[in-house]
C-alpha cells in the first residue's frame, strides 16, 4: 500500500495570497452581518488593510527563493516585485473605488439588480448610497492576480485567471449611470474572456500531451517538466507549437495585445472608471507577470521558435494602439488605445533576452499603473450633471476653466508621449535598451515610430485644454475628496519621482530579476 504525502506547504511565503482571500471571504461575511449604513466604511477599511498586511509579509518574504505549495506556486525575485506591484496599485484603486464625494452614493450601482432606463434606476441614480459588493469583488480579484504572478504549473495558472477575471466581468457591469453601456461591456468582456480561457485550456491540453513520453519523467504541466520536455520529448513538435500558440491567446487576451485587444476599448469606457483604472493597471501587471514566467521558465529553450511570432504581435499591438489612439473622440477610449499601445512595449521587454529585459519589464509595469490610475482619477472628476464628461469636445477650455487639474492631466499625458523627466521615458528606455542590445532592433525601431504616432493624440488633449476658450457645454472639475486626492497625488508623484530618480526602482527590479525554476 502506497503511503500518501501530503505537500509542503510554506503558509509564511503564501501569506500575501491567503490574507487577501481570506479578506475576501470576511468580506462575504460583512455583507451578510454587518447593517447597510456601516458597511461602505467597515469594507473599505478591511480591504486596504488586508493591502497594507499583504504588502507588509511581501516585504519580509523579499529574501524567500522557494517553490512550494506542491510545486504550484513559485516565490521568487520577480513573483515578490509583482504581488507588490498588484497591492500598491490597488490600494491606489481601491481609494478611487472608495470615494463618495465626487458623486453622491459613489460610481457603483444601488441596486445591481434594477432595470436599466427605468424610473428605479433614474431614482437610485440620483444618489442612493452604492452597492459595497464591489469590495469583496475586488479583494477576490487581487488575490487571484497574486496567485497569477506566482503560479508555476500551468493549471494553476489557469484557475487563478478564472478567480480574478470572474469578479472582474461583475464590476463592469456596476456603473451607477449608463447601465445599459456598461452592461454591454461586461457581456463582452465576459463572453470574449470565456473564449479566451477555453483556448488557454485546450492549450494546457496540448502541451500535456507534448510533455509524455520524455525518459524518466511523468508527464505534467509544471514548468520544470515543460522545461525538459521541449529539448528532450520525442513527441510531435506540432503539439508544442500548437500548445504554445493556444496558451498565448488566454494570455494576450489579458494583456489587450492585438488582435486579441478587440474588448478593450468598449470595456474601458463602459465599465465604472475606478474598476477602469484598476483593470488598467493591476490586470496588466498580473498578465505580463504570467508571459515572462511562462516564456522565461518553461519554453526559454523554444525562444528561437516564439519571438518572430510575438515579435509580430508587438509590432502590430503597437500600430494599432497608436493609429486607432489618434481617430479617437472618447478620452476613456483613447486611454484604452494607449493601454493597447503599452501593451506592445511591454512585449518587446518580454522578448529581449536578458535579466536586463526582465527588470526593464517590472519596471515599466509599475511606472504605467502609477500614470494610469492617476489619468482615470482626473477623469472621475471632469463632470456634468449626466455623470463623467468624457467626449472629447467637453474638454475644451478645461485649462482655464481649472488650470490646476488641467496641469496634472498634462503632465500625466506628456508622461505617456515619453516626454523626458517623466516615467514614460525612463520606462521606455528600460525596455528599449536591453531590446537593442539584444539583437531585437526592427522592435525598438517600430517602438519609437509608434510612440511619435501616439504623442499625437495627447497633444491634441493638451492644445483643447489650453489654447481653447471654454464654452457652455464645458464641465466642472469637481473638488476631489480625500480618497481621490490621495491616489492622484500619489500617481503623479510617482510619475515625477520615477521619472527625475528612477535608480532606486530600476535597482530593486534587477536584484529581482531571477526566476526559481
Given amino acids: 500500500m502506497t503511503e500518501l504525502k501530503l505537500p509542503s506547504i510554506d503558509y509564511a511565503a503564501l501569506s500575501p495570497i491567503l490574507i487577501m482571500l481570506g479578506t475576501a471571504l470576511l468580506g462575504v461575511l460583512v455583507e451578510a452581518l454587518v447593517p447597510r449604513r456601516w458597511r461602505h466604511v467597515v469594507q473599505l477599511t478591511l480591504a486596504l488593510l488586508a493591502v497594507l498586511a499583504a504588502l507588509t509579509m511581501v516585504v519580509l518574504n523579499a529574501d524567500e527563493r522557494i517553490i512550494t505549495a506542491g510545486q504550484a506556486l513559485a516565490i521568487d525575485g520577480p513573483t515578490l516585485f509583482l504581488q507588490g506591484a498588484i497591492l500598491v496599485l490597488a490600494a491606489m484603486a481601491l481609494l478611487l473605488i472608495g470615494d463618495r464625494s465626487v458623486e453622491r452614493g459613489g460610481a457603483f450601482v444601488a441596486q445591481a439588480a434594477v432595470t436599466a432606463e427605468s424610473a428605479d434606476d433614474r431614482r437610485q441614480a440620483e444618489g442612493r448610497n452604492g452597492l459595497t459588493e464591489v469590495y469583496p469583488l475586488t479583494t477576490f480579484a487581487i488575490g487571484g492576480m497574486l496567485i497569477f504572478v506566482a503560479a508555476n504549473d500551468l493549471l494553476t495558472m489557469f484557475i487563478a485567471l478564472e478567480v480574478f477575471s470572474l469578479p472582474l466581468y461583475l464590476l463592469c457591469a456596476l456603473a451607477r449611470r449608463r447601465r445599459l453601456l456598461s452592461q454591454e461591456a461586461a457581456m463582452k468582456y465576459f463572453l470574449l474572456g470565456a473564449y479566451a480561457s477555453a483556448f488557454f485550456l485546450f492549450g494546457v491540453a496540448l502541451i500535456y500531451g507534448f510533455t509524455s513520453g520524455i525518459p524518466g519523467r511523468t508527464a505534467g504541466v509544471d514548468f520544470a517538466t515543460i522545461h525538459a520536455a521541449v529539448s528532450e520529448s520525442p513527441a510531435s513538435q506540432v503539439l508544442l507549437f500548437a500548445g504554445m500558440a493556444l496558451l498565448s491567446i488566454g494570455l494576450l487576451f489579458k494583456a489587450a495585445a492585438a488582435p486579441f485587444h478587440v474588448w478593450t476599448p468598449d470595456v474601458y469606457q463602459g465599465a465604472p472608471t475606478p474598476v477602469t483604472g484598476f483593470m488598467a493597471a493591476c490586470t496588466k501587471v498580473a498578465a505580463f507577470g504570467a508571459l515572462l514566467r511562462v516564456f522565461h521558465v518553461a519554453f526559454t529553450d523554444a525562444s528561437w521558435d516564439f519571438t518572430p511570432v510575438l515579435g509580430a504581435v508587438a509590432v502590430l499591438t503597437m500600430l494599432i494602439g497608436a493609429v486607432l489612439a489618434v481617430t479617437q473622440t472618447d478620452i476613456k477610449r483613447l486611454l484604452a488605445y494607449s493601454s493597447i499601445a503599452n501593451a506592445g512595449y511591454l512585449l518587446v521587454g518580454v522578448l529581449a533576452p536578458s535579466r536586463d529585459g526582465l527588470s526593464g519589464t517590472m519596471f515599466y509595469l509599475v511606472a504605467y499603473g502609477f500614470s494610469v490610475l492617476a489619468a482615470f482619477a482626473v477623469v472621475t472628476l471632469v463632470r456634468d450633471s449626466d455623470g463623467e464628461a468624457t467626449h472629447l469636445s467637453r474638454w475644451a477650455g478645461l485649462g482655464r476653466r481649472s488650470p490646476f487639474f488641467a496641469g496634472l492631466f498634462t503632465f500625466i499625458l506628456l508622461a505617456f508621449a515619453g516626454i523626458p523627466l517623466?516615467?514614460?521615458?525612463?520606462?521606455?528606455?528600460?525596455?528599449?535598451?536591453?531590446?537593442?542590445?539584444?539583437?531585437?532592433?526592427?522592435?525598438?525601431?517600430?517602438?519609437?515610430?509608434?510612440?511619435?504616432?501616439?504623442?499625437?493624440?495627447?497633444?491634441?488633449?493638451?492644445?483643447?485644454?489650453?489654447?481653447?476658450?471654454?464654452?457652455?457645454?464645458?464641465?466642472?472639475?469637481?473638488?476631489?475628496?480625500?480618497?481621490?486626492?490621495?491616489?492622484?497625488?500619489?500617481?503623479?508623484?510617482?510619475?515625477?519621482?520615477?521619472?527625475?530618480?528612477p535608480a532606486p526602482l530600476l535597482d530593486l527590479a534587477t536584484g529581482a530579476a531571477e526566476f526559481v525554476r
Fill in 422 to 501: 517623466t516615467s514614460g521615458f525612463t520606462s521606455k528606455f528600460a525596455i528599449f535598451g536591453p531590446a537593442l542590445e539584444g539583437g531585437q532592433a526592427w522592435l525598438v525601431i517600430a517602438g519609437v515610430l509608434t510612440s511619435m504616432v501616439l504623442a499625437f493624440p495627447y497633444l491634441r488633449v493638451v492644445v483643447m485644454m489650453w489654447l481653447s476658450e471654454p464654452g457652455e457645454s464645458t464641465p466642472t472639475v469637481m473638488v476631489p475628496g480625500g480618497l481621490t486626492s490621495a491616489a492622484l497625488m500619489i500617481g503623479v508623484l510617482a510619475t515625477l519621482v520615477l521619472g527625475i530618480a
